[in-house]
């Protein structure tokens, strides 16, 4: 009976001395670190041709994937070809005209000495070559302009995303800038998190930290705090509880790696930022 109660006496300090040591190691462990929680930014842009037409094709559905230099769609470019060439063609008619009236002024000045031309003539000359040499500059900008267009006529993601939205269908009508994709941009992932004012000493542009979502024994993400907000504002009330709802914070932003795409835009995540490194940097 002794041994069986010396035996109990031993394991309930056996149990409470490992009690201890796991609430003091949690408690080394939080304070060591600095647990933010935040959502990954919801960042998109909508595509639009920069000119008005009839849409020709269109390569993507909602979901898939593209890349940055991805052709997206095309719309019809015959109005546009058709706007090159007559350029083009004023651009000869006039190269044409101004050659003609440079012959004229050369001749002019050859003449003028002999007297086989008035300095009115001569004169006329000059100012008709000048038009013709603005003339010229003017139908060459009208040529940029419409090779120009014919190339918005085409419109390419700017970035590596996933297609939201397809929001147009071959044969639509549309006008310049009307979306016809939304595109979700998947890199770099931003971290929208806030601190508390207490919690702003502890933090710096550049701080690493590790990027935790809600899944169990999910990946870790590696991250950096790239922005920290000068200004103080309410806490949101889609981040924090009723009672915090009314206290000043922070906002930052962590850029975070996102190889595998396992960051999604708007989830919720667990920011994990070590307060050694803090410390190490201030002792140096």
């Known amino acids: 009976m002794l041994k069986k109660l010396i035996f109990l006496v031993l394991l309930i ?3 409470g001395a490992g009690y201890y040591y796991y609430e003091l190691h949690q408690q080394k462990k939080e304070t060591d670190t600095l647990v933010l929680y935040g959502n990954v930014d919801v960042r998109q842009v909508d595509l639009g041709f920069q000119v008005r037409g009839r849409v020709e094709k269109m390569f993507y559905q909602e979901g898939d994937f593209v890349r940055a230099g991805s052709l997206m769609g095309i719309i019809d470019k015959r109005p546009y070809e058709d706007q090159v060439h007559e350029a ?29 031309v008035s300095s009115e003539d001569l004169e006329n000359a000059q100012t008709s070559q000048q ?4 003339n010229l500059k003017q139908v060459e900008a009208a040529l940029a302009i419409a090779n120009t267009n014919l190339q918005y006529t085409e419109v390419y993601a700017p970035t590596d995303g996933i297609i939201l939205t397809r929001i ?3 044969g639509t009508v549309v006008l310049e800038g009307e979306a016809i994709y939304t595109l979700s941009i998947i890199s770099p992932v931003w971290i929208r998190a806030f601190v508390s004012e207490p919690q702003l000493g ?8 590790e990027i935790h979502t809600d899944t169990p024994n999910g990946k870790i993400y590696q991250a950096q705090i790239g922005f920290i907000s000068p200004v103080a504002e309410f806490t949101p009330k889609t981040v924090e509880t009723t009672q915090l709802r009314t206290d000043l ?9 996102n190889p595998d795409q ?3 835009q ?6 994990h930022l070590p307060l050694k490194a803090r410390n190490q940097q201030v002792n140096q």
């Not at 038009?131 to 603005?134: D, M, S, V």
């Not at 502890?202 to 930290?209: D, F, H, S, T």
């Not at 708007?266 to 920011?271: C, F, L």
Request: proline letters at 5%.
């Open 13 to 15: 300090a056996l149990v």
């Open 88 to 116: 083009e063609a004023n651009v000869e008619s006039v190269k044409v005209n101004l050659a003609n009236a440079q012959k004229l002024f050369q001749r002019r000045q050859e003449l003028i000495g002999k007297g086989g």
């Open 131 to 134: 038009a013709l040499e603005a």
């Open 168 to 170: 147009k269908e071959p």
């Open 202 to 209: 502890l933090i710096y542009p550049g701080m690493k930290g």
């Open 249 to 257: 914070v922070y906002r930052l932003r962590l850029y975070a790696d």
């Open 262 to 264: 396992g960051l999604r």
């Open 266 to 271: 708007g989830m919720p995540v667990t920011a």
